[in-house]
Nanobody
Framework: QVTLVESGGGSVQAGGSLRLICTPS????????LGWFRQAPGKERERLAT?????????LYTAPVKGRFTASQENAKNTLHLQMNSLKPEDTAVYYC?????????????????WGQGTRVTVSS
């Protein structure tokens, strides 16, 4: 069983940056993939980035954040990061990290089995 905790959210003006951190309670070295998601008010949850744990750290981004957001792992601290640059008001949402292990979920979709509680990001114009 793994518990994920997101941190680093807050309020920022458009064009600014934030760095989110996902800290797991257990060992994620056997995870197949880790993902970043967000859910804006009144909208469905959307996948932002998927980190493939055993593919040299390959990351797959979705169109809304490609080129602005960077997902990375800090193996020494067993954490996952999301560096968000050039933030826009439409990036306002609750951001989540999630994980899949062997035998469960879909790393290319939104079917992730372990989720954090989320951290809120607000971008003002």
């Amino acid at each position: 069983q793994v518990t994920l905790v997101e941190s680093g959210g807050g309020s920022v003006q458009a064009g600014g940056s934030l760095r989110l951190i996902c800290t797991p309670s257990g060992d994620i070295s056997t995870a197949v993939c880790l993902g970043w998601f967000r859910q804006a008010p009144g909208k469905e949850r959307e996948r932002l980035a998927t980190v493939f744990m055993h593919s040299g750290g390959a990351v797959l981004y979705t169109a809304p954040v490609k080129g602005r957001f960077t997902a990375s792992q800090e193996n020494a601290k067993n954490t996952l990061h999301l560096q968000m640059n050039s933030l826009k008001p439409e990036d306002t949402a609750v951001y989540y990290c999630a994980a899949n292990f062997l035998g469960g979920g879909d790393c290319l979709g939104s079917d992730f089995r372990y989720w954090g509680q989320g951290t809120r990001v607000t971008v003002s114009s």
